[in-house]
Nanobody
Framework: QVQLVESGGGLVQAGGSLRLSCAAS????????MGWFRQAPGKEREFVAA????????YYADSVKGRFTISRDNAKNTVDLQMDSLKPEDTAVYYC?????????????????WGQGTQVTVSS
């Protein structure tokens, strides 16, 4: 069982930065693929970024590639999402997710555990 708690959301102007953090409980954190997803009003939840258990492999949606960076600290059971050059279209609720699988996935249905979400609002 893994419990996830996100933090770091807020209101920022376009071009600004935010850093989201996800704290995970559970001794098996190191074995989980971790991901970030987001959901804007009226839209489906979409993949943002994922990171392998070792942190050696990262994956990004095309819409955030070059602007967002996912990282993890297995000693602290945390996974972060550094978001730079934010755009109004990045506005959404951001969710941290954990997948008990060997390889990273961009599919929400492959993730077993989810946080409650944190709101990110980017003003123009």
């Amino acid at each position: 069982q893994v419990q996830l708690v996100e933090s770091g959301g807020g209101l920022v102007q376009a071009g600004g930065s935010l850093r989201l953090s996800c704290a995970a409980s559970g001794r098996t954190f190191i074995t989980y693929v971790m991901g970030w997803f987001r959901q804007a009003p009226g839209k489906e939840r979409e993949f943002v970024a994922a990171i392998s258990w070792s942190g050696g492999n990262t994956y990004y949606a095309d819409s955030v590639k070059g602007r967002f960076t996912i990282s993890r600290d297995n000693a602290k059971n945390t996974v972060d999402l550094q978001m730079d050059s934010l755009k109004p279209e990045d506005t959404a609720v951001y969710y941290c997710a954990a997948a008990n699988r060997r390889y990273s996935s961009v599919r929400a249905e492959d993730y077993n555990y989810w946080g409650q979400g944190t709101q990110v609002t980017v003003s123009s």
